[in-house]
């Protein structure tokens, strides 16, 4: 019961952090929004910052730690799908937050954007990048190694562009209202796919 408490508060605040921004969030609001008292949330948290702290912690760092998965054996556009799907189920889970959120990848981008300005989550949030970036590295490496790439381009550049095609993606797209993940896929389909197709000679 305690976890379940303690949990709802996290979540909660979170699609309150979403949909107003951390600095636009007070406290009173957590309270309110949880129906808890003023106790039950000083209970499980020392102040607004900690709840903050969860938050990131149970709904960015930790689903990044999910990506980096283990499927060597999958073929190039296989392993790129999966973790693209991530990051559409990561955005749906942000627009079906609360009572649901409108303009999901604005409103996740700009929750990503208020963390940074704090150094000591900053200097995380670049950390979990970087390790996205050299995971989608190494399965561009693996995929030369298991002759699936044919043209000349280096693992690194390679991998530069499928990882700015996708956020160019989202970043252009941020103004959708709803919907985000049907949509995004739909991009997938007509940008990323015949890409790999490309290079793979598929």
């Not at 709840?51 to 990044?64: C, D, G, P, V």
């Not at 937050?97 to 409108?102: F, K, L, P, R, S």
């Not at 303009?103 to 670049?126: A, G, H, T």
Request: net charge negative; hydrophobic share 40%.
């Amino acid at each position: 019961m305690a976890k379940q408490g303690r949990e709802k508060i996290i979540t909660t605040a979170f699609a309150l952090f979403l949909s107003k921004g951390y600095k636009n969030t007070s406290l009173s609001d957590i309270i309110t929004a949880t129906a808890s008292s003023k106790g039950a949330i000083y209970h499980y948290f020392k102040n607004k910052r900690a709840i903050y702290l969860e938050a990131l912690e149970m709904f960015f760092f930790n689903l990044y730690e999910d990506i980096l998965i283990d499927d060597a054996e999958l073929s190039l556009s296989e392993r790129l799908k999966t973790r693209y799907l991530f990051l559409l189920d990561l955005i749906d889970f942000v627009e079906n937050t609360g009572e649901g959120i409108h303009f999901p990848i604005r409103r996740y981008f700009l929750f990503q954007l208020e963390s940074e300005e704090d150094e000591i989550i900053r200097v995380k949030i670049l950390d979990t990048l970087q390790k996205y970036r050299l995971e989608i590295t190494q399965i561009i490496v693996s995929s030369f190694e298991k002759k699936e790439i044919t043209i000349t381009l280096s693992a690194p550049v390679i991998a530069q562009q499928l990882i700015g095609m996708i956020e160019g993606i989202m970043i252009h797209h941020s103004t959708l209202e709803k919907n985000s993940k049907t949509f995004l896929l739909q991009k997938y389909n007509e940008v990323i796919q015949p890409y790999i197709n490309l290079i793979t000679h598929n």
